[in-house]
């Protein structure tokens, strides 16, 4: 057997490996990366808001728009060309010729494959005088073909050779085809194809490496520098108690907005001018504040802005507002890593690893400034001016002695006739505007279970146990409020029509109105819900002396005749009344085993219902782990530069001591419901603990929801030693008594020696 052969692709298998390579790479980049205009277009439509701040920001928006045409065209042209690519690869691959085919001495000589020594013989010579090279007709390949079958045919040897192996001549050489031209090998191409793999492997890949390295060195998983969390663990370690100016103070000297750190921020000459003129508008910025990094340049420049965006006030457009739109947008991520950092501090000091405990107060004041940079309010503002049209001096109308509306929730409580009076300053498309916006804001609804998992009582708590806090989140749009409000009149003039009596003239007669009734709709529903149940349990007492009545043997409304003819009977039966023991005794042990059914299958069902909790709280450990995604609700907010979508901080804090319970989760998913686990260590004596699970928005202000949970905590139960059962097998006892027994004999004899 000859040896094997390695050769460059001459067969086409190149093509096949390009079409192959190019479908893997094209068909997912076109489902990923082709532009979606369909979705822009949507959001485009659904604008709740059309105020004068809504559409400067959707101007700008749009601003960057030629370049993301520009973009999507090139992703478009690069796609086209791919599948240009592709098809054309598929159609070569289509129309091969493959050289490799079945060699056939038969079909050489045009005859069928049963044909006798003669017939081929007579097809070698037709053939020959044809395809001889000395005919004119001649063809030297086809004759030697010819020949070759003709001795494949009548030569003992090489038929032996085509029987066995396929071919006259004997076994070949076994080829091994790799998927590339040939061209890579040629002489004249060999310093392109050099020049190529050391352009990708010795300057593309290591400087693609290096890039990557760099930036994964300066920057955390939240695309925070790692310096800005020492900062931020710096600060807040020093002053663990920090009021909101001291928040915003410490946010504003994050390295993001250094030069050195961050090649985006942008240094002008008319800074110098600029900067302290603002800084003149501001009462107390700190300017004067000599604590480093905060005495920086670049940090009071930071903080003026900041201070600017929540005062609303109007900067130069083509300087300080595109510094103060980078600055407000950089924000929020910024305040999610200063959470971030208090909440670990804040576990450190729990477990006792540092002596000082951040402040609830300082988390609290960063994620309050969240939503107030969001909003571009201060924190002292009305929550109300976050609807759109609204001012200070519309503000009067709703703090008036008839009407005292703080917040937005109250605003969708009213009546749509009271609130558009109150609003009557506001044209109509203004007030579509405002009901638009409140419509879309969110309203939480949370429900709160604590027990502890994997316990066999998960109710009880116990002094040291972990402690785990459901909170189940429901959110609903706010325009749920204005349902309501219809529901109630609709319900309260469905109630008092079957009110109404009729005469004597056969006419319906008015309802005379109810004490109750008189304080207002609302109480008049409290009052009959309380009327209800008073109802519902006097007949529950009534019921219970007349069952026991039942159960002596005689009637609540019975009448004495009925009872003497009834001791007449008792007196009377003898045998009966032995035979109707006998039988209420069987009856009576019958009852007796129907109720111990009863109870097993009832504690079967409660086993199931534990196992599938536990399945399921399985099953909800393997979805943490899975990627969250950050899409919820769009966020109403004209002054934020970019998009923003509802977030939204889950926590359990203890108010009296103000101190965190938990690190608090930020869910970035919250569509309709969502489920929290908060897990915390009980506290090591018995007694009550009252504990707060709040929600806090990171986008709205006075949207928040706080939850009081009180835990009953018990003393911990000791572990009886003398109950655990061991599994010990014969063998292992008998083995176990030898031993022993070995073990004594032994000191036995220590002792004699040493008595000895």
């Known amino acids: 057997m000859s040896g094997a052969k390695f050769q460059y692709d001459e067969s086409g298998t190149f093509f096949y490996f390009m079409l192959s390579f190019e479908a893997l790479v094209i068909i997912p980049c076109t489902y990923y990366f082709y532009p979606r205009n369909t979705e822009r277009r949507e959001k485009r439509d659904t604008t709740v808001c059309h105020c004068d701040n809504c559409h400067i920001k959707n101007s700008r928006l749009r601003a960057h728009e030629p370049y993301r045409k520009a973009k999507e065209r090139f992703i478009k042209l690069l796609l086209f060309i791919g599948w240009v690519l592709l098809f054309l690869t598929?159609?070569?691959?289509?129309?091969?010729?493959?050289?490799?085919?079945?060699?056939?001495?038969?079909?050489?000589?045009?005859?069928?494959?049963?044909?006798?020594?003669?017939?081929?013989?007579?097809?070698?010579?037709?053939?020959?005088?044809?395809?001889?090279?000395?005919?004119?007709?001649g063809d030297e390949k086809q004759f030697m073909m010819i020949a070759k079958a003709y001795a494949a045919l009548t030569d003992d040897e090489a038929r032996k050779n085509f029987e066995m192996y396929g071919n006259p001549d004997g076994p070949g050489a076994t080829s091994f085809g790799i998927a590339l031209p040939s061209w890579i090998i040629e002489?004249?191409?060999?310093?392109?194809?050099?020049?190529?793999?050391?352009?990708?492997?010795?300057?593309?890949?290591?400087?693609?490496?290096?890039?990557?390295?760099?930036?994964?060195?300066?920057?955390?998983?939240?695309?925070?520098?790692?310096?800005?969390?020492?900062?931020?663990?710096?600060?807040?370690?020093?002053?663990?108690?920090?009021?909101?100016?001291?928040?915003?103070?410490?946010?504003?000297?994050?390295?993001?907005?250094?030069?050195?750190?961050?090649?985006?921020?942008?240094?002008?000459?008319?800074?110098?001018?600029?900067?302290?003129?603002?800084?003149?508008?501001?009462?107390?910025?700190?300017?004067?504040?000599?604590?480093?990094?905060?005495?920086?340049?670049?940090?009071?420049?930071?903080?003026?802005?900041?201070?600017?965006?929540?005062?609303?006030?109007?900067?130069?457009?083509?300087?300080?507002?595109?510094?103060?739109?980078?600055?407000?947008?950089?924000?929020?991520?910024?305040?999610?890593?200063?959470?971030?950092?208090?909440?670990?501090?804040?576990?450190?000091?729990?477990?006792?690893?540092?002596?000082?405990?951040?402040?609830?107060?300082?988390?609290?004041?960063?994620?309050?400034?969240?939503?107030?940079?969001v909003q571009a309010l201060g924190p002292t503002k009305n929550p109300l001016l976050q609807l759109p049209?609204?001012?200070?001096?519309?503000?009067?109308?709703?703090?008036?002695?008839?009407?005292?509306?703080?917040?937005?929730?109250?605003?969708?409580?009213?009546?749509?006739?009271?609130?558009?009076?109150?609003?009557?300053?506001?044209?109509?498309?203004?007030?579509?505007?405002?009901?638009?916006?409140?419509?879309?804001?969110?309203?939480?609804?949370?429900?709160?279970?604590?027990?502890?998992?994997?316990?066999?009582?998960?109710?009880?708590?116990?002094?040291?146990?972990?402690?785990?806090?459901?909170?189940?989140?429901?959110?609903?749009?706010?325009?749920?409020?204005?349902?309501?409000?219809?529901?109630?009149?609709?319900?309260?003039?469905?109630?008092?029509?079957?009110?109404?009596?009729?005469?004597?003239?056969?006419?319906?007669?008015?309802?005379?109105?109810?004490?109750?009734?008189?304080?207002?709709?609302?109480?008049?529903?409290?009052?009959?819900?309380?009327?209800?149940?008073?109802?519902?349990?006097?007949?529950?007492?009534?019921?219970?002396?007349?069952?026991?009545?039942?159960?002596?043997?005689?009637?609540?409304?019975?009448?004495?005749?009925?009872?003497?003819?009834?001791?007449?009977?008792?007196?009377?039966?003898?045998?009966?009344?032995?035979?109707?023991?006998?039988?209420?005794?069987?009856?009576?042990?019958?009852?007796?085993?129907?109720?111990?059914?009863?109870?097993t299958e009832k504690e079967d069902k409660d086993v199931e219902d534990k196992e599938w909790d536990i399945y399921e709280k399985r099953l909800s450990k393997k979805e943490v782990l899975e990627s969250k995604s950050k899409k919820s609700h769009s966020v109403h907010c004209p002054f934020f530069p970019d998009n923003k979508q509802e977030f939204w901080w889950v926590y359990v804090s203890d108010k009296k001591k103000h101190s965190l319970i938990t690190a608090p989760y930020l869910v970035t998913n919250l569509v309709s419901k969502e489920k929290i686990e908060l897990k915390f260590t009980a506290p090591p004596r018995p007694g009550i603990y009252t504990y707060s699970v709040i929600v806090r928005s990171d986008s709205y202000l006075d949207c928040d929801v706080l939850k009081t949970i009180k835990l009953d905590v018990k003393e911990a139960k000791e572990v009886d030693l003398t109950k655990l059962q061991w599994d010990v097998s014969e063998e292992e006892e008998e083995k176990d008594e030898e031993e022993s027994a070995v073990e004594d004999s032994d000191l036995a004899s220590d002792i004699e020696s040493d008595e000895d």
Request: hydrophobic residues 35%; neutral net charge; proline residues 5%.
């Open 90 to 137: 598929a159609y070569k691959v289509a129309h091969l010729q493959h050289d490799y085919v079945a060699y056939d001495p038969f079909e050489i000589l045009q005859i069928p494959p049963d044909s006798s020594m003669g017939e081929i013989k007579k097809a070698y010579r037709r053939l020959s005088l044809v395809y001889h090279p000395d005919k004119e007709t």
């Open 187 to 373: 002489k004249q191409n060999s310093v392109w194809v050099l020049g190529l793999y050391a352009l990708v492997f010795m300057v593309a890949l290591p400087v693609a490496v290096c890039i990557w390295w760099n930036r994964s060195v300066k920057y955390n998983g939240d695309e925070v520098l790692l310096d800005t969390t020492e900062l931020y663990l710096f600060f807040i370690y020093k002053t663990p108690s920090m009021i909101f100016k001291r928040v915003l103070m410490v946010i504003a000297a994050s390295m993001e907005f250094r030069k050195t750190y961050n090649s985006e921020i942008i240094e002008r000459p008319s800074d110098n001018v600029e900067v302290p003129q603002l800084i003149k508008e501001i009462p107390n910025l700190g300017e004067k504040n000599k604590e480093k990094p905060l005495c920086f340049v670049y940090s009071i420049k930071a903080r003026a802005l900041l201070h600017a965006h929540l005062a609303r006030l109007k900067l130069p457009k083509n300087t300080l507002d595109e510094d103060r739109l980078y600055i407000v947008k950089k924000t929020p991520n910024l305040i999610y890593e200063f959470v971030n950092c208090a909440s670990q501090l804040t576990m450190l000091a729990l477990a006792g690893r540092i002596s000082r405990m951040p402040h609830l107060e300082t988390m609290e004041n960063a994620m309050k400034l969240c939503a107030c940079v």
């Open 389 to 599: 049209h609204i001012s200070e001096e519309i503000l009067h109308h709703f703090t008036t002695r008839k009407r005292n509306i703080r917040n937005i929730r109250s605003l969708a409580c009213m009546k749509s006739d009271d609130r558009r009076a109150m609003l009557r300053s506001l044209n109509d498309d203004q007030y579509d505007d405002v009901l638009n916006v409140i419509s879309n804001m969110p309203i939480i609804d949370v429900d709160v279970k604590s027990e502890v998992l994997d316990d066999e009582d998960s109710c009880v708590i116990t002094a040291g146990a972990i402690v785990t806090v459901t909170a189940s989140l429901n959110r609903r749009n706010m325009s749920s409020l204005f349902d309501k409000e219809m529901d109630e009149e609709t319900t309260n003039t469905v109630e008092e029509k079957p009110s109404s009596t009729v005469n004597g003239n056969g006419s319906p007669k008015p309802a005379k109105p109810k004490v109750w009734e008189k304080a207002g709709k609302k109480k008049k529903g409290k009052g009959g819900n309380k009327l209800k149940k008073k109802s519902s349990n006097a007949v529950s007492k009534a019921s219970v002396p007349a069952k026991k009545q039942q159960v002596n043997g005689s009637l609540p409304n019975s009448k004495p005749e009925e009872k003497v003819n009834a001791k007449a009977s008792d007196e009377s039966g003898g045998e009966s009344d032995s035979e109707s023991d006998h039988n209420s005794a069987n009856s009576v042990s019958g009852d007796e085993n129907e109720p111990s059914v009863e109870k």
